[in-house]
């Protein structure tokens, strides 16, 4: 239900455009200011508020229903690189500038908002949860029950011939407790089966109205070959 609505960005002046059933495609509304976009824009479920990191590292909400653009600076701080806002827009998760394994998740629906600060790690069988391996997580997205968050991460393992491998992994993050209505454990669980050395995968999305499938992009190094996949996770 509701109105079809297409959110783009024009590169040529900085600024993101929306399509919609009340414009003609060749006439499209500008929503944000001319501030550029450092990283991929996340919006609410019900599709009437954008959040985006600027040029500058700033983090910016925009209104896509009015007719003229309504925005506002939600955090003047210029260290942001990638954001995600909760479907029902009341959690905000973030990273920053300074490339740490640190998700920064916003309780949007407390007054003031409250924030918790979450360390990644790379999951493994031995039951190590070292940060060291884990550099940064990029791209991110939650899930449509508003507790787990789907993200990308960075990984650097020392190797025994004293080289490093490095390698994009999905991973899953438990932000939110729904039941207690807090903040999650941050335990980090893995996605997919370990890949093997050359491959790496990222750009995770969940599907529309299938929470359980997600598609990806795959980068085998090893053959310089590149897919976008696909995987039902139940």
């Known amino acids: 239900p509701g109105t079809d609505r297409l959110l783009v960005y024009a590169p040529g002046d900085g600024a993101l ?10 006439t499209p509304r500008r929503v944000s200011s001319q501030s550029g976009i450092f990283s991929r824009p996340s919006v609410t479920d019900d599709g009437t508020v954008c959040l985006y990191v600027a040029a500058d590292n700033t983090l910016r909400a925009c209104a896509l229903t009015s007719p003229t653009v309504q925005e506002q ?12 806002i909760s479907p029902d827009g009341k959690r905000l998760a973030a990273t920053s500038t300074a490339y740490d394994p640190i998700v920064y998740v916003y309780n949007l629906d407390a007054s003031p908002p409250s924030v918790r600060q979450f360390r990644l790690y790379t999951p493994n069988y031995s039951g190590d949860t070292s940060a060291s391996q884990l550099v940064f997580a990029d791209a991110m997205q939650w899930h449509l029950d508003g507790q787990t968050l789907l993200l990308d991460a960075l990984n650097a393992t020392p190797t025994e011939t004293g080289d490093t491998l490095v390698y994009w992994d999905i991973l899953q993050l438990r932000a939110w407790d729904r039941g207690s209505g807090t903040f999650g454990s941050g335990i980090v669980t893995r996605v997919l089966p370990i890949q093997p050395i050359g491959v790496s995968i990222g750009n995770p999305t969940y599907a529309k109205n299938s929470p359980y ?3 990806f992009d795959r ?11 696909a995987a039902n996770l139940n």
């Open 17 to 26: 455009y929306v399509f919609d059933d009340a414009n003609n495609p060749s």
């Open 73 to 84: 600076i939600v955090e003047p701080t210029p260290v942001w690189r990638s954001i995600a």
């Open 213 to 215: 499938i997600i598609a």
């Open 219 to 229: 980068l085998d190094d090893n053959t310089g070959s590149y897919a976008v996949m």
